[in-house]
């Protein structure tokens, strides 16, 4: 395993909601800034929110409010509560790690929406 796992993602229907989990095997993680990026096929990998080590989240701005991020520095997980999922939401959702100029990722988890 690398140093950040996911897991949550999975199908839904439209309008339904999922919440990915991020579990990092780092104590790099009390240093981090942590974040889910999604690539959709055919297109980039997107920033979808980041959250600072003091908690502070940022979120893309096609998201609407739809999706929360939030951190358990104990458990060191990273977490992204997604609701009202659309199919455009169809995509690898990332975990992504950043301590200093170093970055780290995890192997990705497949939502896809269904409408």
């Known amino acids: 395993q690398g140093p950040l796992v996911e897991s949550g993602g999975g199908l839904v229907q439209a309008g339904g909601s999922l919440k990915l989990s991020c579990a990092a095997s780092?104590?790099?993680?009390?240093?981090?800034?942590m974040g889910w990026y999604r690539q959709a096929p055919g297109k980039q990998r997107e920033e979808v929110a980041t959250?600072?080590?003091?908690?502070?989240?940022s979120y893309a701005d096609f998201l609407k409010g739809r999706f929360t991020i939030s951190r358990d520095n104990a458990k060191k997980t990273v977490y992204l509560q997604m609701s009202s999922l659309k199919p455009d939401d169809t995509a690898v959702y990332y975990c992504?790690?950043?301590?200093?100029?170093?970055?780290?990722w995890g192997q990705g988890t497949q939502v896809t929406v269904s409408s």
């Open positions: 780092s104590t790099l993680f009390s240093f981090a800034s």
């Open positions: 959250i600072t080590l003091g908690a502070r989240p």
């Open positions: 992504w790690m950043s301590v200093g100029r170093n970055e780290y």
